[in-house]
């Protein structure tokens, strides 16, 4: 019997090979998907700020060479043994919940989201800095078809991280609600909080951002270098939340006066220095601190479609696959308007 030699097509892949190390654009043979995975042919790939922990090593335990990413939008190509449930040519997408071991106590509790092995795409295994990944069914989230997928990208590690920490901020339809910060995430609080029905208050330095705030949907834009912001919010009575999402402990800690009785503020903007606040800050008027990390596929799968069905969109900058380092610079300087997403 003749045989025919099959050619291996190679993929490119974007690997940083040592922490602080360069993007490095390698071929790589395409992954095989093993038993509970899907292979992905990515579309899109968000480049978050957090890609800085595989680009800098500031993750425990990366084993490198390691492609980042973790805002995922494709399609499945091949799926792995025992897979029943994912179809190949079905359109999904990888957030930064990257599966679950299912078996600590978090998850014997349903707290997926809280698992104590919480795997991270484009930190525990390659993401999608790349033509194909191999991900976990627990990381899959079914994109909607009116949804593309540089749409999708940045919903669901951007979009799914102020989604779901106003859904469970315990603000309802009515409140008055701020958002700090008009970047990446607060471009997209902003647009969240006023299709949840809650009285919006952006908070942006200088008043440049007042017009866009407006346009996303704020009702009122308080301009935290001209004005002092916790006044201003108490001049309306005071925030129920305030989603703090540029990461800045001190612009933080200004805030929480701003809060009024049973008011939270809800972190999700990641710095590494303390926010300050004293006990009597938070006894008078019982206010509280709250952080929250993303959410499970299936809140993935909640913020797509509630995307959906409100309009509510990223403002995205696209730049090839190739160009990652440099859409990684573009992400890191903050002048991104807002969220880069990279084209395979
Ligand atoms: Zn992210
Ligand atoms: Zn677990």
Redesign the pocket.
């Known amino acids: 019997m003749a045989t025919s030699k099959v050619a291996i097509s190679p993929m490119k892949a974007v690997q940083i090979s040592k922490p602080g190390g360069d993007f490095e654009i390698v071929e790589r043979e395409i992954p095989k998907p093993t038993a509970g995975q899907v292979r992905i042919k990515v579309q899109a790939c968000g480049v978050c700020h957090s890609d800085v922990l595989t680009k800098e090593g500031a993750w425990p335990g990366i084993q490198y060479p390691r492609v980042p990413g973790h805002e995922v939008a494709g399609v499945i190509d091949e799926v792995g043994a025992g897979v029943t449930e994912w179809k190949q040519g079905q359109r999904v997408g990888v957030g930064w919940h990257g599966g679950?071991?299912?078996?600590?106590?978090?998850?014997?509790r349903g707290d997926?989201r809280?698992?104590?092995?919480?795997k991270i795409a484009g930190i525990s295994y390659d993401g999608g800095y790349q033509q194909y990944m191999v991900a976990p069914v627990e990381a899959l989230a079914a994109i909607p078809d009116t949804l593309s997928d540089v749409e999708a990208a940045p919903l669901l590690c951007a979009g799914i991280t102020t989604f779901n920490a106003l859904r469970h901020s315990g603000a309802i339809p009515g409140d008055l609600v701020a958002v700090q910060g008009i970047g990446g995430l607060g471009h997209l609080g902003v647009q969240f909080a006023n299709k949840f029905g809650y009285r919006v208050a952006a908070i942006g330095r200088g008043a440049d951002n007042g017009v866009l705030a407006k346009k996303l949907g704020a009702n009122v834009y308080i301009d935290s270098k001209a004005t002092n912001a916790a006044d201003e919010l108490q001049k309306f009575g005071g925030a129920q939340v305030i989603l703090a999402t540029a990461p800045s402990s001190k612009a933080m800690s200004e805030l929480v006066d701003g809060l009024g009785p049973n008011g939270k503020l809800m972190v999700i903007g990641a710095a590494f220095d303390p926010i300050e606040v004293t006990p009597i800050q938070l006894i008078s008027g019982s206010r509280s601190i709250q952080g929250w990390a993303s959410g499970t596929a299936a809140d993935s799968e909640d913020t797509l479609r509630f995307a959906e069905l409100s309009g509510v969109r990223a403002m995205i900058e696209t730049y090839p696959l190739e160009k990652a380092a440099e859409a990684y610079a573009r992400m890191l300087s903050g002048n991104a308007q807002f969220r880069v997403v990279l084209t395979t």
């Open positions: 679950q071991d299912g078996t600590c106590l978090s998850c014997r997926f809280n698992c104590r092995n919480l």
